[in-house]
T-cell receptor, first 113, second 112 residues
Framework: QKEVEQNSGPLSVPEGAIASLNCTYSDRVSQSFFWYRQYSGKSPELIMS????GDKEDGRFTAQLNKASQYVSLLIRDSQPSDSATYLCAVNYGSGGYQKVTFGTGTKLQVIP | KAGVTQTPRYLIKTRGQQVTLSCSPI?????VSWYQQTPGQGLQFLFEYFSETQRNKGNFPGRFSGRQFSNSRSEMNVSTLELGDSALYLC???????????FGPGTRLTVL
């Protein structure tokens, strides 16, 4: 059973719309959650991290975490063609010397001009 | 502050050969993790090094090994290469007090 699940997409949204990317995870003790953006042929780039329940906003990006439902999402407002990329959800659990980060397989986002 | 660097960026090898990849973390980061990324499997964790010690290990065969030096630079070695080892190998570093990882540009390995 996969530990981090994402819909592979592609998710297509028109320019200016809100893109909603979702991720579920299986480990209830997970502590830290991350969203990475990966352009084709490039390495992942950290765009958001979230550690507690609720919303965290950074510019056009909002991360939402619901630990009870084991669900984390990323909203991108006013989507731009430059947002077209694969978005990876990453979940970290453990503490101190033993920590493991598991990545989802990513959701491909296409923003249509 | 300079980011994570990886060398070489591209490699072409043949089956049976071995390869060594290098990673220099962000200054001050002592944790270095290695990942393999393929279209079918996504990002798979190989191992993590901290203060020259392997701290965590993923589910890869013993052909995959690594080490870390006193300056936190890390190398990854793959012996007896197989066609299935063709992938993008990514290195990521982080502060031990923070779980945010920062990736290097990767090394694209092609095994023929």
């Amino acid at each position: 059973q996969k530990e981090v699940e994402q819909n592979s997409g592609p998710l297509s949204v028109p320019e200016g719309a809100i893109a909603s990317l979702n991720c579920t995870y299986s480990d209830r003790v997970s502590q830290s959650f991350f969203w990475y953006r990966q352009y084709s042929g490039k390495s992942p780039e950290l765009i958001m991290s979230i550690y507690s329940n609720g919303d965290k906003e950074d510019g056009r990006f909002t991360a939402q975490l619901n630990k009870a439902s084991q669900y984390v999402s990323l909203l991108i407002r006013d989507s731009q063609p430059s947002d077209s990329a694969t978005y990876l959800c990453a979940v970290n659990y453990g503490s101190g010397g033993y920590q493991k980060v598991t990545f989802g397989t990513g959701t491909k986002l296409q923003v249509i001009p | 502050k300079a980011g994570v660097t990886q060398t070489p960026r591209y490699l072409i090898k043949t089956r049976g050969q071995q390869v060594t990849l290098s990673c220099s973390p962000i200054s001050g980061h002592r944790s270095v993790s290695w990942y393999q990324q393929t279209p079918g499997q996504g990002l798979q964790f190989l191992f993590e090094y901290f203060s020259e010690t392997q701290r965590n290990k993923g589910n890869f065969p013993g052909r995959f090994s690594g080490r870390q030096f006193s300056n936190s630079r890390s190398e990854m070695n793959v012996s007896t290469l197989e066609l299935g080892d063709s992938a993008l190998y990514l290195c990521a570093s982080r502060l031990d007090s923070n779980n945010e990882q920062f990736f290097g540009p990767g090394t694209r390995l092609t095994v023929l």
